[in-house]
């Protein structure tokens, strides 16, 4: 592997930020210049970054509430640098925020840690983020489906930001977009703002909760300390005795990285709404110098390190209320492929040191998710070792040693029947950790443990540790079903909740039948507003202590919604719709089912059910 392409990859390993982009576009009306008024300099944040707010009322005053999208055109004055690479005006690039409503200077305070990975904490409000220039292609990595453009733009280059959307941007009294120069400056010209229908914004299916936060707990005594053995420790305040743990160890390519940089923001929200303490971990790095050289070692020091925090966190069970009974690690990129080494090697005394304190405790996970994780340090990805032991790896005088140890910390030569369930994820389009690691391990695994014990998620798009992938609804609700499924192994089960109702986003659910496997849920009511123009009938919800699959709708539940233009079901295990369920919606209703059922469905919307002749049913 060539120098450029190995520094690449290692910085790739730690591209943590977060935002979120949504998707379709038509075309777009005349642009205005900035001149007119409608975009205006906010200004700069204590790091320098400018602030603007455009203004989309001033071109539509009368319908920017339809919205969907923008084209905006920037020159690109100064290109900025991604992480540390401001140290030698490397990874130049210039990237920009966009984000709805309006937003100060103060809002955007930007943060690097170690002068490592750039930290941006962001919220529901940003659309999305441009990369622009040679490294802009980070900002997919960074940014939630960040959008790539003008690889090849220079310093004076104008480009064009184009943003596809399918969802309204503004709402009525709320015209205000507000544009971040990120990275470098950016001189805009003007925006032509994109109209369409816009889809329904669907409420989440499920709430965030308040969380109590333990920050920079050390897991060792002073004098075992090294640095590196601390966690931060988020706890759902949600009333409960205790709750399961989700260990999240961060990427970096085993030289750069820390604590404080979580990949999976999202994700982390939704662990916490459903029941899980989340703890982000500290451990020892390979050392690593600017000019692409290895130093000290970082393993084993580091696994060392994670398995100490386990077994803190069991003998601090009690005091941040932590059923330790059940504790997953997990992972993205190198932080993955601790978490893998974990997975496969509960009960090896050599690979942890109890003398770093509480020895009495296990330091054994119970599931691992790996993101994009390296798998093996053999054979031909013996090109990944250096990354653990650092230059002890190009030692002539070791290589016999280095070759036992490669053995000995790759997943793939260790799974066993004795191997605790494992999630993979990996994209086709990761170029820094190849996804046929993951298939080696997935082949390997296959033939000593049960097919239960292995969940897969295999994407076809998506970059290297990419959130637009990794971190979405789909993606964090899987892992919530893995999660789910295997706690049961070691924590007591619910007690029966058949019978049940409980109101998720206005539609009201009975439950009716509850095994572990197979749990479904009816609709039975809603609350919704007579005004309302659409609903969404999901596919599963969340109830106490898991997912229940939506697989009947009551009659009359929606009857009288004279507004309800548009109905979407997103399960595909509906089996029976009551009578006038959907009696006295708007006579031109459009019903969106799934794909693979839209036969099944149109059978079941009958007019017993109060479908129309005059309504459609199409598949998505």
Known sequence: MTRTKMVRSIVAFCMVL????????????????????????????????????????????????????????????????????????????????????????SDYEFTYPDEQTPSFDADGDTITAFGVGDAGWLVTMAFSNGISTAE????????????????ALFKKGDPIMTVVSYLGDFDYKSVEWIVGDPEPDNELEWNPVESKVYEDVATVSKKKQNGNNYVDIYVPDTGRKSYPVVLWIHGGGYVTGNRKNTLVKSSKEY???????????????????SEGNYGKAGMPQMLYDVKAAVRFLRAHAKEYKLNTKFICAMGESAGAG??????????????????????KYSSDVQAAISICGPTSYTGIWLWCLPALLGEDATDVTKAAENLELSVKYSPTERVSKDTVPMYLASSKEDQTVPIAMAYELYAKASLVMSQDDLTTAFYEEGGHVSRGTFDTYEAY?????????????????????????????????????????????????????????????????????????????????FSGYSNVKRVTIKSTKITKIGSNAFKGINKKAVFYVPQSKLSKYKKLLTSKTGFKKTMTVKGQ
Request: aromatic share 10%.
């Open 18 to 105: 977060a935002l979120v982009v949504v998707g379709m576009l038509q075309p777009g009306l005349v642009a205005v210049a900035a001149s007119s008024g409608e975009i205006t300099l906010k200004g700069e944040n204590s790091t320098g970054s400018e602030v603007y707010w455009f203004d989309a009322s001033v071109q539509h005053p009368k319908d920017y509430t339809k919205i969907v999208g923008f084209k905006i055109k920037a020159k690109m004055t100064k290109h900025g640098n991604y992480g540390a690479g401001a140290q030698d005006d490397t990874y130049q690039c210039g990237m920009v925020i966009c984000s709805k409503h309006a937003h100060g200077p």
């Open 152 to 167: 090849d733009a220079k310093d004076g280059d104008t480009v064009t930001l184009t943003y596809e959307g399918s969802k």
């Open 271 to 289: 662990f916490l709404a459903h029941g899980y303490a989340f703890v982000s971990c500290e451990y020892t790095l390979t050392e690593y110098d």
């Open 338 to 359: 601790l978490a893998l080494m974990m997975a496969t090697s509960n009960g090896d005394s050599t690979m942890e040191d109890k003398s770093m304190g509480h020895s």
């Open 477 to 557: 609700t899987r892992y919530g079903e893995f999660l789910d499924q295997h706690k049961y192994e070691y924590l007591p089960k619910t007690t029966s909740l058949v019978g049940d109702t409980f109101t998720k986003n206005g539609i009201t659910y009975k439950v009716t039948r509850k095994i572990a496997t197979n749990r479904r849920v009816k609709v039975i009511g809603t609350t919704k507003s007579k005004d309302a123009t659409s609903i969404t009938i999901p596919d599963k919800v969340w109830y106490k202590d898991g997912y229940y699959e939506v697989d009947k709708i009551a009659g009359d539940v």
